[in-house]
Nanobody, 124 residues
Framework: QVQLVESGGGLVQAGGSLRLSCAASGLIRNRLGMGWFRQAPGKEREVVAAISWSGSSTSYGDSVKGRFTISRDVAKNTMTLEMNSLKPEDTAVYYC?????????????????WGQGTQVTVAS
């Protein structure tokens, strides 16, 4: 069973940076692709970024391309989301998620495990 725990959220001024981390258990044996999602109040869950087990494949949502970077350390069972040039519209709860295969997840249905989320608030 995969367990995911996010950390690193908080309050930041527009234009600032934050780094989110996801600590995972059960991934080494399962060799799973992972991703980050976010959900703002009253809005649908939105894909932020995804990465394959090896890290060789990544993808980003259009709204964060060029500002966010996803990475992972397989040996440490961690995944990171570097967020730069933050905007007020980036304010949301950010969730770490694991897929069902080693491939980079591409749709919401590819994900099978979710963390509890961490709040990111960007002040204008």
């Amino acid at each position: 069973q995969v367990q995911l725990v996010e950390s690193g959220g908080g309050l930041v001024q527009a234009g600032g940076s934050l780094r989110l981390s996801c600590a995972a258990s059960g991934l080494i044996r399962n060799r799973l692709g992972m991703g980050w999602f976010r959900q703002a109040p009253g809005k649908e869950r939105e894909v932020v970024a995804a990465i394959s087990w090896s890290g060789s494949s990544t993808s980003y949502g259009d709204s964060v391309k060029g500002r966010f970077t996803i990475s992972r350390d397989v040996a440490k069972n961690t995944m990171t989301l570097e967020m730069n040039s933050l905007k007020p519209e980036d304010t949301a709860v950010y969730y770490c998620a694991a897929g069902s295969t080693s491939l980079m997840p591409t749709t919401l249905s590819d994900y099978s495990s979710w963390g509890q989320g961490t709040q990111v608030t960007v002040a204008s």
